[in-house]
């Protein structure tokens, strides 16, 4: 029977052989590596055949992913990027490769509006689950004090004291651009 491997056959006059080769298969298994969930998406490659890497169908709050890595720690350079063309990843028959998503913080900007007052601040940069300190107040307007800021221009939002550290996820960094603190 030619269709089961590794067979001994007994060759009593003349035979004419072929050999019949296959190439060898191999899986790249997907890990979203986000710490919230184990999920992994598994794609079926074959050697010598070029293929591009299944889309990242991972999400992560408050980052952007950034590539895959061939471990799950992340030092510096992604080994892969999204969708990237590959081949021969392996040359071992079977053989399972794990790639691990790597995610980059997505970046918020703090605006500051003077709210009626005069002079200029430079916005300030964040990310997601990262603390910020807010800046100390340059605006100035006269016969008033500054007593903070507020996410409202009527002061009815939240507040915050000048250059206090401001609470990881309380702008919900990573779905807003920007945000704008109110004098």
């Not at 190439?23 to 079926?44: K, L, M, W």
């Not at 992560?60 to 892969?80: H, I, L, M, P, S």
């Not at 997601?128 to 500054?146: A, N």
């Not at 409202?152 to 550290?165: L, V």
Request: a negative charge; charged letters at 25%; hydrophobic letters at 25%.
């Amino acid at each position: 029977d030619m269709t089961k491997p590794n067979q001994t056959i007994t060759v009593t006059g003349p035979a004419e052989l072929q050999a019949h080769s296959a190439a060898n298969h191999y899986q790249i298994v997907f890990h979203a590596n986000d710490g919230e969930t184990d999920r992994t998406v598994t794609q079926d490659m074959v050697y010598d055949q070029e293929e591009n890497l299944i889309a990242n169908q991972f999400e992560r709050r408050g980052y952007q992913f950034a590539g895959w890595t061939k471990t799950e720690d992340w030092k510096q350079n992604c080994d892969y990027t999204d969708s990237q063309k590959v081949k021969n990843l392996t040359t071992e028959n079977g053989k399972v490769l794990d790639l691990y998503g790597q995610w980059n913080p997505v970046r918020t900007f703090i605006q500051f509006d003077s709210n009626g007052g005069e002079g200029s601040m430079i916005q300030q940069e964040t990310f997601y689950e990262s603390r910020t300190t807010l800046k100390e107040c340059e605006f100035t307007r006269d016969y008033w004090q500054f007593v903070g800021w507020n996410t409202e221009p009527d002061g009815s939002g939240k507040s915050y004291g000048d250059a206090t550290e401001v609470p990881e996820k309380d702008f919900g960094y990573g779905l807003k651009e920007h945000i704008t603190l109110y004098a």
